[in-house]
């Protein structure tokens, strides 16, 4: 697709985090054609909701986490289309952890490849230069990072960079959406469903706009329209 030519034709991209109502707009600029920017532009819905922008006719897709006690969550994967069903084949190919999803073992919500196993790292596929990390896919290269930290992590001595902008920005959206509700009963943003009827998105865009204005319709749900992609 384009989008995979952007995304190899510059892989420094630049991050412009927007608040939103219900959240943040996290976007990532790259240099496209000489007059543009080929954005792509990932929401973030409180309390814990993400929707990454797709590629091409990909799925829409993203994640979201539930609580369950003080060291542990769920997190649940999704992928859809808002103009059909998803084929046989991309559901066989969600099933068998491709993309954002992972492998189970059957009959529980426990990866296949966890924390109990190395993650089934391969070093042979590392040495041979087939992967770089020696864990296969999205989901679980990025949950073994996570879990590494362990299940509460002192962030007191963290080393944020200006790509972890969004991080900073939603953390302290949370922490005035909590205080707000203390002092002043004031409901957080997104227990509002309307606020929610958003879309992430991929577009080009003439370098002198801002996109959180320019493309305010490709993040917001129109109902019998396609999600933008490149």
């Avoid at 649940?76 to 808002?82: E, G, L, N, P, Q």
């Avoid at 958003?198 to 305010?216: K, W």
């Avoid at 329209?225 to 490149?230: D, E, F, L, T, Y």
């Amino acid at each position: 697709s384009k989008g995979n030519k952007y995304n190899f034709g510059d892989l420094r991209p630049v991050f412009e985090v927007v608040d939103s109502p219900g959240g943040l707009f996290v976007g990532a600029r790259r240099n496209a054609e000489d007059d543009q920017y080929y954005w792509r532009v990932t929401q973030w819905l409180m309390p814990s909701f993400t929707m990454i922008p797709p590629r091409a006719d990909h799925p829409v897709h993203g994640h979201f986490w539930v609580p369950i006690d003080d060291e542990n969550c769920w997190a649940w994967s999704y992928d859809y289309k808002s103009q059909r069903d998803l084929t046989e084949a991309e559901r066989t190919a969600m099933q068998r952890g491709d993309g954002i999803h992972c492998e189970y073992i059957p009959g529980t919500f426990i990866p296949k490849a966890n924390k109990r196993n190395d993650y089934l790292m391969d070093r042979e596929a590392q040495k041979a230069g087939t992967t770089y990390s020696g864990i296969r896919g999205i989901a679980i290269q990025d949950a073994s990072l996570q879990e590494s930290m362990g299940p509460i992590c002192d962030r007191s001595n963290e080393k944020l960079a200006p790509t972890d902008r969004g991080i900073m920005l939603a953390r302290r959206k949370m922490l005035k959406a909590l205080e707000e509700l203390c002092e002043n009963g004031k409901a957080p943003e997104g227990v509002d469903p309307e606020l929610h009827k958003v879309r992430s998105a991929a577009f080009l865009l003439p370098r002198d706009q801002a996109y959180a204005e320019a493309a305010s319709e490709f993040l917001r749900v129109v109902p019998g329209k396609p999600h933008a992609s490149v």
